[in-house]
């Protein structure tokens, strides 16, 4: 199994940045992709960002320009860079890692964008 653990979130301004780092405890080369997902209150839960080991990546519309996801094989490490944070970004995100057909969630971290 992969345990997942979040960190870098909290309480930042319109228009601030913030970095979200999801460690993983297995070697990132058993993981074929890991990514964002996030929740709103009462909303659906959406993809954020995934990253797969070519590389590929894939945003969610509302964040494409703003939000960068990248991935740290050394580290066994992803990061979601979030630049231009708007008030509607604010929700929970949430880790995932797809290994051998089987998604693994983080615990959920939370993003509040509000001056």
């Known amino acids: 199994q992969v345990q997942l653990v979040e960190s870098g979130g909290g309480l930042v301004q319109p228009g601030g940045s913030l970095r979200l780092s999801c460690a993983a405890s297995?070697?990132?080369?058993?993981?074929?992709?890991m990514g964002w997902y996030r929740q709103a209150p009462g909303k659906q839960r959406e993809l954020v960002a995934d990253?797969?080991?070519?590389?590929?990546?894939i945003y969610a519309d509302s964040v494409k320009g703003r939000f960068t996801i990248s991935r740290d094989n050394a580290k066994n490490t992803v990061y979601l860079q979030m630049n231009g944070l708007k008030p509607e970004d604010t929700a929970v995100y949430y880790c995932?890692?797809?290994?051998?057909?089987?998604?693994?969630w983080g615990q959920g971290i939370q993003v509040t964008v509000s001056s």
């Open positions: 990253i797969n080991t070519t590389y590929k990546t």
């Open positions: 995932v890692a797809t290994q051998s057909g089987y998604q693994y």
């Open positions: 297995v070697r990132m080369f058993s993981i074929y992709a």
